[in-house]
């Protein structure tokens, strides 16, 4: 079945740090990918999507290329503030037409 | 994008006792969703809502325990009953399609004694 793997966590990375969380997928056929964040206290928020090979989301900064070649979607951002501190959810949409979801990664984000 | 409202927030219940958490979606949807979050974990799909017509439920999941409702394209409900220490977890609704993005609520925070 469909199944999402993320890079383990907590990461810690001090402010203007460079960012890279890991995400690799495994499905049949050709799925959506997506990137949610979950701020300390909320719900989710979509974060940027890609539904096709070598299309590239980006939003407030981060950026994640769809890589159907080594099956991927790493989340990166060149830069982080201590606000982007929350945590991260890599998830498909892929041939058993339900979202799944990887394991999340916790990003504190020191001034 | 569709916005998406959660009643309550969060509440604190005692065993053996329901709690009804309510969504509301600001535009017609095609489907809606109700998803669970053990507290440090990722989110589990409970069930599909469709509206005028019984939920689909997952693996695991079984709607004695998890009754849910959909009575327009804008609003459903899940029902916790009976609920025990380990039906604490956060409760999030969400909407969209399958293939298209889906988006939640600011989820619902359940803490059972």
């Known amino acids: 079945g469909d199944s999402v793997t993320q890079m383990e966590g907590p990461v810690t990375l001090s402010e203007e740090a460079f960012l890279t969380i890991n995400c690799t997928y495994t499905?049949?056929?050709?799925?959506?990918l997506f990137w949610y964040v979950q701020y300390p206290g909320e719900g989710l928020q979509l974060l940027l999507k890609a539904t096709k090979a070598d299309d590239k989301g980006s939003n407030k900064g981060f950026e994640a290329t769809y890589r159907k070649e080594t099956t991927s979607f790493h989340l990166e951002k060149g830069s982080v503030q201590v606000s982007d501190s929350a945590v991260y959810f890599c998830a498909l949409v892929g041939s058993a037409r339900q979202l799944t979801f990887g394991s999340g990664t916790q990003l504190t984000v020191l001034p | 994008s569709a916005v998406i409202s959660q009643k309550p927030s969060r509440d604190i219940c005692q065993r053996g006792t329901s709690l009804t958490i309510q969504c509301q979606v600001d535009?017609?949807?095609?489907?809606m969703f109700w998803y669970r979050q053990q507290p440090g974990q990722s989110l589990t799909l409970i069930a599909t809502a469709n509206q005028g017509s019984e939920a689909t439920y997952e693996s695991g999941f079984v709607i004695d325990k998890f009754p849910i409702s959909r009575p327009n394209l804008t609003f459903s409900t899940l029902t916790v009953s009976n609920m025990s220490p380990e039906d604490s977890s956060i409760y999030l609704c969400?909407?969209?399609?399958?293939?298209?993005?889906?988006?939640f609520g600011p989820g619902t925070r359940l803490l059972v004694l």
């Open positions: 535009s017609q949807v095609t489907m």
């Open positions: 969400s909407a969209g399609t399958y293939q298209e993005t889906q988006y």
């Open positions: 499905a049949t056929g050709y799925p959506s």
